[in-house]
């Protein structure tokens, strides 16, 4: 006898489907729970000014700044700064990429409410801008830094040179390639009222590279090239006298330090 298939006996094809899409929904949504549980956390010990151990013993590293070593001036003040805003507090982690450093510290923007503590500790003149900082954070980072510095906040307290800063970067030779030294440089402007005497002055990179200038003085809104090269001086141009490149293609920091050794500027491109 033939069998015809009704409603009732034809096989539901469209079940398995249906089944592994709503598994996949609530995986998906499991995922995104425990992702989310992950990134926040309890505070239960500051370590210094931009580390903190986390309840799970996670140790995490602040992006996008630095604070002075234990010991070094300025290096207190910035550990209580970071217990203020942290301290036995819940915080949420934004991970940055690499997630972790070579100690296996998280590397992260860590956030207190609304509220960035790396950002922060920027304004608050504890901590200075340094690389790696994600985009979405350099111009706020930056903002803040500046804020610091003409305010005389925290390291900077006592800084008479901020008009100081820097007009231009040219880290890739357009011409030559990285034989061409002299057309990789950076251009230091004087925005204030005032002639800066530079004479002692240093210039630095992330590598600690390390340019002192000789008896020079920058007048009220004049410019100097710091060319990487070698050369003769003049008013208007400097010469670092290297056989070889000094700042990064990709991005570098770039430190300028007072006769006094105090730092002046922090520059990240």
Request: with cysteine.
């Amino acid at each position: 006898m033939a069998t015809f298939l009704t409603p009732a006996n034809v096989p539901d094809r469209t079940m398995k489907p249906r089944t592994q899409f709503a598994a996949l929904l609530t995986l998906s949504a499991a995922l995104a729970v425990s992702a989310s549980a992950a990134d926040t956390a309890t505070v239960l010990q500051v370590l210094d000014g931009d580390t903190c151990k986390l309840d799970d013993d996670r140790r995490v590293r602040y992006l996008g700044i630095d604070t002075p070593e234990k010991g070094d001036p300025g290096a207190e003040e910035a550990t209580q700064a970071n217990n203020t805003l942290v301290g036995g507090k819940k915080i949420r982690i934004e991970l940055g990429k690499p997630e972790k450093d070579r100690d296996g510290r998280l590397l992260a923007y860590v956030f207190v409410g609304k509220t960035c503590v790396n950002e922060e500790l920027v304004r608050q003149g504890v901590a200075y801008v340094r690389r790696p900082v994600a985009a979405k954070h350099k111009t706020a980072f930056v903002k803040a830094q500046e804020e610091a510095r003409r305010a005389g906040r925290g390291m900077w307290a006592g800084l008479t040179n901020t008009q100081i800063a820097i007009a231009a970067v040219h880290a890739k030779p357009e011409a030559g390639g990285r034989e061409n030294l002299n057309d990789e440089y950076i251009v230091i402007e004087n925005e204030g009222q005032k002639s800066v005497t530079l004479t002692g002055w240093t210039v630095l990179d992330e590598s600690h590279h390390r340019y002192l200038f000789p008896k020079f003085t920058l007048p009220a809104g004049g410019k100097v090239t710091l060319r990487t090269g070698l050369g003769e001086n003049t008013d208007t141009e400097l010469f670092w006298g290297s056989r070889s490149a000094m700042w990064n293609d990709t991005g570098d920091t770039i430190f300028i330090r007072d006769a006094n050794g105090k730092l002046a500027l922090s520059h990240v491109y």
